[in-house]
């Protein structure tokens, strides 16, 4: 049902700047709170932003306040990364989180398990 696709990282300077997109079918995303997630090599996926169904409400994980904004319309979520650090690399993916209406909350839903692929950010010199 769920099918998710990543795009947009690289490799960027520390300092440096990317946009993810996300992109889904199966479901309708506009009628979901979504989130981004990365997992850092060894690391447990950890939750970084979401944004709510309604009046795009969002939350931000505490290192990336302030650097990352999480936006989207009907059709994509997007993660726009400023002042990027070695410690944001990560594979990032993105999913639907729980909530419903003006609220998301940092997990993704409780009966999803479609991740994609997600796409890779380093941040290196």
């Known amino acids: 049902q769920w099918q998710l696709v990543e795009s947009g990282g690289g490799l960027v300077q520390p300092g440096g700047s990317l946009r993810l997109s996300c992109t889904g079918s199966?479901?309708?995303?506009?009628?979901?709170?979504m989130g981004w997630f990365r997992q850092a090599p060894g690391k447990e996926r950890e939750a970084v932003a979401c944004?709510?169904?309604?009046?795009?409400n969002t939350w931000y994980e505490y290192s990336v306040k302030d650097r990352f904004t999480i936006s989207r319309d009907d059709a994509t979520v997007y993660l726009q990364m400023n002042s990027l650090r070695p410690e944001d690399t990560a594979v990032y993916f993105c999913a639907p989180t729980n909530g419903h209406g003006p609220v998301c909350y940092e997990v993704p839903r409780v009966n999803f398990d479609s991740w994609g692929q997600g796409t890779q950010v380093t941040v290196s010199s």
């Open positions: 199966g479901f309708s995303l506009a009628d979901y709170p």
């Open positions: 944004i709510s169904s309604r009046e795009d």
